[in-house]
């Protein structure tokens, strides 16, 4: 038996936004996110989040899903534009919506009284509209908004969560929202944007991070990092290696390097330069504000130097044509997930004290393509390419365990197929397909076998393939 740590986490995840549909009690476009999915061209098969997997009534069924698979954690996201309505078009958070608390509420109690585990985010990815509208994460006041939110819901649900995330992937949002343009707001290479983006994300988890520890002291409170290595294509190239080592100054090291510093820290020494002054002054509150690493990971970007027009500052990525690629286009590189754990987030792993941050895999999962009108047979279901990702990224975890890593636990994305953002309904991470027209839940093949693993804390001996040999 390879067997993890006793008292190892095993849960799965899933957010707001990707699984709860749009029920009559909320408004169906008070988020940026919502009114982003109705305009045609942003969404890759046209559909929206409308449905989805209609979460927020069905909760109490799925959650049964958790004791079927032996999972003892369960990771959920606030709805951030329902709680905080705007109550008079003011744009200013002037009322929360006691039914939106009352809802999570319930939902964490039914999750204790299960015997799971919670881990909670304040932001994925979804602002409301009424701050969307004046500048989003560029207005001074979100940042203040975002500190008041988790004062309220450490407040209401004191007792409820174990883990506490306030933001979820900062730099992907950053990136995709104002450097690709793929995600609200919508801006392509606004790199100043970004920059104040990011500056003001960090002033939110510092306020959000003070918020909850005010509220209870003993929390555990951090961030989702989405870490991929960066590799240079040719790596003869001084080009190459200059892009993989931009992507990974920003888009990896950037936001934990921040926290554990306590001020922003721009790896730019040789231009914009009249951009991050401003920015670099100290943040109170900031440092050391991150009680365990929250690692999303999924895949890695091989990089090259783009001579095109218009320029890009992180290059551009590819994956070699040789290598298979799961529906996002993302190859399995399990060992990449090795390093990470055991060398490239070494810097973070003691905080200014000395105490040793726990790990916790907080999103990991394979994405398949099927379209979302499909309902009957047996479609989906055997998908023994998730349960070779799931296996090989397992044994990565066991062996970075082995040689040092404190990982306390793995978090699966996703526990249901859910909306994927510019994606749409077609990309499925599930562990449990969701025939979106009759809204029936099947368990795949690799929630079996996850199942199993849960149960028994551990693979069976013989079961190694795809792993690292080490």
């Not at 298979?324 to 190859?331: H, T």
């Not at 590189?333 to 000395?354: H, M, Q, W």
């Not at 994606?423 to 979106?436: N, P, T």
Request: with cysteine; aromatic share 12%.
């Amino acid at each position: 038996m390879i067997t993890f740590p006793e008292g190892f986490l095993w849960g799965a995840a899933t957010s707001h936004f990707q699984v709860e549909g749009n029920p009559s009690e909320i408004s169906t476009r008070c988020s940026d996110w919502a009114e982003w999915t109705v305009a045609d061209g942003r969404i890759a098969d046209r559909t929206t989040a409308d449905q989805a997997c209609q979460f927020f009534n069905r909760y109490p069924d799925d959650l049964e899903l958790l004791n079927q698979l032996n999972l003892n954690t369960f990771r959920i996201s606030l709805n951030w534009p329902a709680i905080c309505p705007d109550a008079n078009g003011s744009g200013l958070l002037l009322s929360i919506d006691s039914g939106q608390i009352e809802h999570y509420r319930q939902l964490l109690r039914r999750l204790k009284g299960q015997g799971i585990k919670t881990f909670v985010t304040l932001f994925h990815f979804c602002l409301p509209k009424r701050l969307a509208d004046r500048g989003g994460w560029l207005n001074p006041a979100t940042p203040e908004e975002f500190g008041r939110l988790a004062e309220i819901v450490a407040r209401e649900y004191k007792g409820l969560v174990d883990y506490w995330i306030t933001l979820n992937e900062p730099l992907a949002y950053t990136y995709q929202g104002y450097i690709c343009g793929a995600w609200p707001p919508g801006l392509k290479h606004s790199y100043d944007d970004a920059f104040q983006c990011i500056h003001n994300m960090l002033k939110g988890h510092a306020l959000a991070y003070q918020a909850i520890h005010a509220e209870d002291p003993h929390a555990r409170v951090s961030y989702t990092m989405h870490w991929r290595p960066f590799i240079a294509r040719n790596k003869l190239s001084p080009t190459d290696q200059m892009v993989r080592h931009l992507r990974d100054a920003v888009f990896n090291h950037l936001f934990p390097k921040s926290v554990q510093s306590g001020k922003l820290q721009f790896p730019f020494p040789f231009s914009l330069k009249k951009a991050v002054e401003p920015l670099s002054g100290t943040i109170p509150g900031l440092k050391d504000a991150m009680d365990y690493l929250a690692i999303n990971y999924y895949t890695r970007d091989v990089c090259e130097f783009s001579y095109e027009p218009p320029f890009d500052l992180f290059g551009v990525k590819t994956v070699k044509s040789e290598i298979e690629v799961n529906g996002m286009g993302w190859e399995s590189y399990p060992e990449g997930l090795y390093n990470v754990l055991t060398e490239e987030i070494a810097p973070y792993r003691f905080d200014s004290k000395g105490f040793e941050r726990p790990i916790i895999i907080t999103e990991n999962g394979y994405a398949s393509v099927f379209p979302a009108d499909m309902t009957d047979g047996n479609w989906s279901l055997d998908d023994q390419a998730r349960i070779s990702y799931l296996k090989s990224h397992l044994l990565a975890i066991h062996e970075a365990i082995k040689h040092g890593a404190n990982v306390q636990g793995y978090l699966h994305w996703a526990l249901l197929d859910n909306f994927e953002w510019s994606e749409g309904l077609r990309i499925r991470f599930g562990l449990v397909r969701v025939a979106y027209p009759t809204q029936v839940r099947t368990l795949r093949q690799s929630a079996h076998y996850y199942a199993q693993i849960a149960r028994q804390n551990g693979l069976d001996a013989g079961d190694t393939g795809n792993g690292l040999a080490r």
